[in-house]
């Protein structure tokens, strides 16, 4: 049994424990305490209680939502004030090439584990990450993502991504289910037969990211018709609904506890009180919706509608890097009236729930697997948990069974 020491220990299920330990027994957290308890009989690891060389113990970070599979895209599609627009940019990149390049995939799923993520909800059209996820640490629940608009055979495509789903080694670190799109991209059919095949299953969805996506439901119009019209998939027989995004969805079943509404960023308060009434969670990924040119959301309305919020990075074509650290030091920009706890849980507890991993990870407590990380503080930091807000870097982070040795 190995004992770590930090100045801090962080359990998120829990207040912060000063000049605390935790106890690991084979991969899995046997104990956490404070001083004032005895560690059960072990061997102490590097001591991170030290006045010298402080450090807080905190559970690895949950990036609920983001696309692995473009990493190659990394700084080559330029922020814009549309998302239309920058959408249409980058299919329009994707298609200069015939396949995902992988290398990247690799580099994106190390500098994720490095910046202290264990955990991601993945979006993928084409499982290009199934594999590099597989090899290494991180854990993860791929979404086989489903687009749609004027597909003739809806119940077909979800057979076959359902089929994609079952031939891979799913385990107790990677499981997969399957996910549509968004509102402006996937037909009411094919959304019907989503939702008839995932009603036991977690389902993540852009969701009231844009205006241009509240417009298109409202009216029928304006850029993201065009683009389906440009694309040749616009269905003429589609009729807009004439309602908001969550009431969209909830017509066909879909706004549940296992929804993951991913960004949200033009709800009302209405419709934020509708996804908190039905548990469902936010997946608020900030940097990410500047870059695209949505806005920043209004995470504070988030938090004060009592819906569960987690946190993402998307993918590295709208961000500059997959540092979960980074991503909740914008999330404090955008929530400051929110305590810094709800923050950190944000990116924990609640993300490891929404993805169903949360018998195992997103906190610190007994029985869990011990994915957890230590970061170097300075020795005069009066407020830790604000103090995590303030952005993070790799070089201030390890892994507990890197210290081990």
Known sequence: MKIHRAAWILPISAPPIRKGWVAIDEGRIAAVGGSEEEPPPGTDAIDGSRESSPSVIL????????????????GKVAPDR???????????????VSADPVAPVYEAISSARDSGTCLVGDITNTLASEEPL???????????????????????????????????????RLQCSIA?????????????????????TVVSVHLGESP??????????????????GLGVWNPGWQAPGCGPVAYLSGFGLVTEKLLAVHAVQLTD????????????????????VWTGVGMPPADRFYSAGVRVAVGTDSLASVDDLNMFSEIAALRQAAVQVPAAAILES????????LGFGRDLGTIEPGKRAELIAVRIPRDVQDVEEYLLSGVQPAAVRWLEDSET
Do not use: K
């Not at 549309?82 to 200069?96: I, K, N, Q």
């Not at 629940?141 to 055979?153: A, H, K």
């Not at 996804?275 to 990410?288: D, E, H, K, N, Y």
């Open 82 to 96: 549309s998302m239309p627009a920058w959408t249409s940019r980058l299919m329009g990149l994707r298609r200069t």
């Open 270 to 289: 209405t419709e934020l009180a509708t996804l908190a009434s039905a548990g469902s969670t936010i997946v608020t990924c900030p940097r990410s919706n």
């Open 180 to 200: 549509p799109h968004a509102p402006y991209s996937v037909s009411p059919e094919l959304f019907t037969a989503i939702a008839a095949a995932t009603h036991r």
């Open 212 to 229: 241009e996506e509240v417009e298109f439901l409202r009216c029928g119009g304006g850029a993201w018709r065009e683009l389906l019209e």
């Open 347 to 354: 990116a924990t507890r609640i993300g490891a729930e929404a």
């Open 134 to 172: 597989r090899g290494s640490p991180l854990s993860a629940l791929l979404f086989r993502e489903l687009i749609g608009f004027s597909g003739t055979d809806p119940a077909g495509a979800v057979r076959r991504a359902m089929g994609d789903c079952a031939a891979l080694p799913v385990s107790d």
């Open 59 to 74: 559970p690895g970070l949950v990036n609920a939502h983001t696309h692995i599979e473009l990493s190659w895209m990394r």
